[in-house]
């Protein structure tokens, strides 16, 4: 859990500042919104609930769904296989937005 907490915090002090032009860049907005949802469809695994959609909300309210959503991942008690799962798409988005 600690690799996916970390990978969180490093991606969330990386695009938690940026204004519109930076998520219009190369599709950043709509590939940080693809984990958005992976996201939730871990934490719906985890869970044993139905995966459902993600609402798509304004680019510069994805920090905090990638806050909300790591956090009731975490909570959720998730095994060591689906917080991997979920730490190795938070480092895949990082370093395809470091490009």
């Known amino acids: 859990m600690t690799d996916f907490a ?7 002090n990386q695009i938690r500042v940026w204004e519109q032009p ?3 860049q190369d ?11 992976r996201l939730a469809d871990l934490g719906a695994d985890a869970e044993g609930r139905p995966r459902r959609e993600v609402p798509r909300e304004h680019d510069m309210i994805l920090p905090d769904q990638v806050r909300v959503l790591a956090d009731d ?4 008690g998730a095994s060591d296989e689906l917080m991997a799962e979920a730490a190795t798409a938070v480092d895949e988005l990082r370093a395809t937005l470091n490009k």
């Open 73 to 76: 991942l975490l909570a959720a």
């Open 6 to 12: 970390t990978s969180i915090d490093r991606l969330l």
């Open 22 to 24: 930076r998520w219009n």
């Open 27 to 37: 599709d950043r907005a709509a590939r940080t919104y693809a984990l958005v949802q």
